[in-house]
């Protein structure tokens, strides 16, 4: 179980910090008290949690190029100076995922981590990408019997390996790395603070999840308390959490998963990243989001906008479609996508403000 005394409260962080520190600025001391694990139902649920970076030998923060990683970070860096943690116990960690993702995509990642003076580590599947992947999950499935519907192997919103897979398990393996590399004795377990940039707002599944808690991807056994409390939905009764279980760490590490920008909006997240002054990716000009530009999730539009922006791109996922005889959603295949795209006009710059305009501190 995740001590207590690893989180501090904001009010005591306000009163160590320099006031330049703009996002810190805006906590609201008043909603920073803690239990550690929200209801999602009451206002506790909005509460700011603050790890003690102090106490963690190693401050993992996940990169993915996107904005709201790139605003995590600038905000964790500001909070370790202002905590007087060094910079060299922060590791930002890109997972590689080929060619799936937007051009340039891991380049943006390592010019922002370079810009702060943080340590830059790559991770990837070793067996080949994501499109390589769907490729040798089809082959095997089909080496079982397995046609049709039991012959689909793309990533969806029921089966995400995608992210489990492809992100969440080569960056345990990091993780190991660095504690090897701390080489602790072996009475003692390493703490490290894995920094997620993930947003409440962004869907209600990732509503769900808690700010601060025990990493469930890296126990041995995962505590059962990393899973909150689910109010009733319209399709579903109310659950009220598990029994609580102790959970059995890595015998040589003691993980906690952060999401230091949960409770962030979008135009608090670009508002980081204009303080920073920081690079942005340059898909940023077309699309709200950047992961993969084909993600699932993404809708037609979306998809069709990819096409006629990474054309090659389309072309691959085509080629992965043939080859499995499956297509890359349910929703839709990549040949009427490619199709759309052609109709397509050029794309419209979708950012909210003019790109030429400097940004000035406030
Ligand atoms: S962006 Fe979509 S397809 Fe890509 S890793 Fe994330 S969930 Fe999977």
């Not at 860096?77 to 890109?94: E, K, M, N, Q, T």
């Not at 962004?202 to 109010?231: C, G, H, I, Q, Y």
């Not at 072309?315 to 795209?341: K, N």
Request: a positive charge.
């Amino acid at each position: 179980m995740t001590s207590p005394m690893r989180l501090v409260h904001a009010t005591e962080i306000l009163e160590r910090l320099p006031a330049a520190v703009s996002r810190l600025a805006r906590i609201d001391a008043k909603r920073c008290t803690l239990p550690l694990f929200h209801d999602n139902d009451s206002e506790v649920f909005h509460e700011t949690v603050v790890p003690d970076l102090a106490s963690y030998k190693w401050i993992v923060i996940n990169l993915s190029g996107g904005k709201d990683s790139e605003a995590m970070l600038f905000y964790v860096v500001s909070l370790a100076d202002a905590l007087g943690v060094p910079r060299s116990r922060i590791v930002a960690v890109y997972a590689d995922l080929g060619r799936v993702v937007w051009g340039q995509t891991r380049e943006y990642a390592e010019a922002q981590a370079g810009m702060l003076g943080v340590r830059f580590e790559v991770v990837r599947r070793e067996k080949g990408d994501l499109l390589e992947y769907v490729l040798d999950k089809n082959a095997r499935r089909r080496a079982e019997g397995k046609t049709g519907g039991k012959a689909v192997s793309w990533p969806s919103g029921g089966a995400r390996w995608c992210t489990s897979d492809l992100k969440i398990s080569p960056v345990t393996t990091l993780i190991t790395r660095l504690v090897n590399e701390a080489d602790p004795a072996p009475d003692h377990r390493l703490c490290i603070l894995n920094c997620v940039g993930i947003r409440a707002e962004e869907s209600a599944k990732r509503k769900m999840k808690t700010v601060f808690a025990p990493d469930p991807a890296n126990w041995r056994v995962t505590p059962l308390t990393a899973k909150p409390a689910r109010p009733a939905t319209r399709t579903g009764p109310a659950d009220p959490g598990r029994e609580e279980r102790k959970g059995i760490p890595h015998g040589r590490r003691e993980v906690d998963r952060w999401l230091p920008v949960f409770h962030w909006t979008a135009s608090e997240v670009w508002d980081e990243i204009r303080h920073s002054r920081l690079p942005w990716h340059w898909a940023y000009q077309y699309v709200d989001r950047v992961s993969c530009p084909m993600c699932f999730g993404a809708g037609f539009d979306n998809w069709a906008l990819a096409a006629y922006l990474v054309p090659e791109l389309a072309a691959d996922y085509l080629d992965a479609e043939i080859r499995t005889g499956t297509t890359f959603t349910t929703a839709a295949s990549m040949a009427q996508v490619i199709a759309a795209a052609k109709h397509l006009p050029p794309p419209l710059s979708t950012l909210p403000w003019d790109r030429t305009t400097p940004v000035r501190r406030s």
